[in-house]
């Protein structure tokens, strides 16, 4: 069984992107990942778009995730920072595949990141 829920009565605009517009969770133990981008682990930053770097964020991400037993199923709050907000679309292409549902809440925020860097990404989840 699930601790996310999306309450029965929750609505969004039509135009809303890829998530949940509230989230209901029961959980006695939060965890949170700090802002991952596609950084490898010797420094290197992969991924030479923002398709690219979407998805090895998430991958980051995913493995931060999985240090305390999680996955993207417990994910429940998402914020995304994106250097150029005109790669939305492409952003939301690789997010909505991989982020199951219910669809965690989310912010997207455009903003200047550091060098080489298109995507950053942090996100909370509850332990079952």
């Not at 699930?2 to 989230?23: F, L």
């Not at 981008?37 to 398709?51: H, R």
């Not at 996955?71 to 982020?99: C, G, P, Q, R």
């Amino acid at each position: 069984m699930s601790s996310k829920k999306v309450p029965n009565n929750s609505s969004q605009h039509i135009t809303a992107g890829p998530y949940s517009p509230v989230i209901e969770i029961d959980s006695s133990k939060l965890v949170v990942i700090s802002g991952q981008t596609s950084t490898q682990l010797n420094g290197d930053i992969k991924g030479a778009n923002v398709l690219e770097q979407t998805k090895l964020t998430l991958e980051n991400c995913k493995k931060q995730l999985e240090t305390a037993n999680c996955s993207f199923e417990d994910v429940f709050k998402v914020t995304a920072y994106l250097d150029n907000l005109e790669e939305w679309d492409n952003f939301n292409k690789i997010y909505e595949s991989v982020m199951p549902k219910p669809l965690p809440v989310r912010t997207v925020v455009g903003c200047k990141l550091l060098p080489k860097i298109l995507v950053e990404i942090e996100m909370w989840a509850v332990k079952k």
